[in-house]
């Protein structure tokens, strides 16, 4: 192929992943810890159990750690599109079973890196990607009491902007980084509460919904021994965003029953990330990989979601209530194993496996997000359909541990309770297709 139509695939690629990064509902399941976090960046490194810390030799790097771009060649685009579907299951011997989820939410990525050719910047390598390292997207029955006062409802729609440079200090040595944008688009939840303890009122119902943005910054380190040892280093800081919206009330036992609706506003915390990894290469076309990351979630105890006054106490109460979310969660921490082997000049195997520790305590669980700890399986191929295209995919199945919930005084004024077995699962499918000029 040509240059000129090497440019217009590069050029067409792009304007297709830019559409839908800003023109579809970004949203996932979560899939990493705290059922919130999101670590789809591309094909293969999820294929390879998410272990690439010591082996960032694409785009994508840019995500999981960006000193990886200082070996990449020339300009390339690489454009990815992860399919997640999940199912979560409760059991109480009382009140019976609930099976909840099946929707499949598509999360799109894109990377693009650039090494120029003079001779000043060789050492140089700049690049920009777009992605979601957090999202959630749950939907459930309304009509079910276990979701009735946790929320039926709940969405983290967040688009993050990583701008990049890798420096290559030397033949075995690169480092890299920069500074993230991160754009929360839709952050909120729907539920009802009760107003059975006021008198003979149907339940209210309240809609969330905040927005805003804030910066963070990310950086890697990547260590080269030999052809057959590596190591890998990654940081993402964390980071807080105001965000602003409003609150809609249905049914305020206030005047009968009205509906209205307020400003709100609320601070949402992020958690720093920690990595380090080590591949090994046996032979040539064969490399095992290691990581093991640590996240400190426990930074995030709760979530305070400030209304302006109503004119009305009651009404007040009830927006302090359901705005007021205690969560204490734990340090979590992650082990991530990786094996890939090239079997030809065109076609690359690839596996993995992970486990995630939960930072979710019993005392603030949640069935709209019900974390446990998990243990996934990963496996997929590399295929170069050309000398200048590369195509990537990934099937992952993720498994959660059952977990059974018991926490006394859970039983409230409405008879619900979130006492039972959880146990869940997750399908993942994805697709990533490189070019490189």
Not at 309 to 329: C, M, S, V, W
Request: contains cysteine; aromatic residues 12%.
């Amino acid at each position: 192929m040509d240059k000129t139509g090497i440019k217009k695939r590069l050029c067409r690629m792009t304007a297709i992943c830019v559409c839908l990064l800003f023109a579809g509902r970004y949203e996932a399941w979560g899939v990493g810890s705290g059922a919130t976090e999101n670590p789809l960046f591309s094909a293969k490194h999820f294929a390879e159990g998410l272990a690439g810390t010591a082996t960032p030799d694409e785009p994508a790097a840019i995500s999981y750690n960006p000193a990886g771009i200082a070996d990449l060649v020339g300009f390339q685009v690489q454009t990815s599109v992860m399919g997640v579907m999940g199912w979560s299951f409760y059991e109480n011997k009382d009140r019976g079973n609930v099976r909840y989820g099946g929707h499949l939410n598509v999360v799109p990525t894109q990377y693009i890196t650039y090494k120029p050719a003079q001779e000043w910047a060789e050492a140089l390598t700049f690049g920009i990607g777009f992605d979601s390292p957090f999202g959630l997207s749950r939907k459930m029955p309304s009509t079910e009491q276990l979701f009735t006062y946790t929320g039926f409802r709940g969405q983290l729609m967040m688009l993050s902007v990583k701008p990049t440079l890798a420096v290559k200090v030397n033949d075995h040595f690169s480092i890299g980084g920069g500074p993230v944008y991160n754009t929360i688009m839709d952050y909120g939840a729907i539920l009802h509460y009760p107003n059975v303890f006021l008198g003979p009122f149907a339940d209210g119902q309240a809609r969330v919904s905040l927005s805003g943005a804030a910066w963070s910054w990310q950086a890697g380190a990547l260590y080269k021994a030999n052809e057959r040892h590596a190591f890998g280093f990654y940081f993402r800081s964390p980071f807080v965003a105001r965000l602003k919206g409003k609150v809609k009330v249905e049914n305020s036992v206030v005047d009968g029953g009205r509906d209205f609706e307020t400003p709100v506003n609320t601070k949402l915390g992020f958690p720093f990330n920690m990595t380090v990894g080590y591949a090994f290469s046996p032979r040539e076309t064969t490399r095992i990989m290691l990581d093991v990351g640590y996240t400190r979630w426990s930074s995030i105890e709760r979530i305070i979601i400030n209304s302006d006054p109503t004119g009305f106490a009651l009404d007040d109460a009830i927006l302090a209530a359901i705005g007021t979310n205690n969560i204490k969660y734990r340090d979590a921490y992650s082990l991530n194993f990786g094996l890939s082997e090239e079997v030809s000049r065109r076609l690359t195997l690839r596996g993995g496996a992970l486990f995630l520790w939960s930072p979710t305590p019993n005392a603030t669980f949640s069935p709209m997000t019900p974390d446990a700890n998990r243990l996934a399986f990963t496996g997929g191929f590399g295929y170069r359909l050309a000398r200048d295209t590369t195509l990537d995919f990934i099937y992952g199945l993720s498994l959660s541990l059952p977990r059974k919930v018991d926490n006394d005084g859970s039983e409230t004024l409405t008879s619900t309770t979130m006492d039972g077995k959880y146990i869940s699962h997750t399908h993942l499918l994805g697709l990533s297709v490189t070019v490189k000029k």
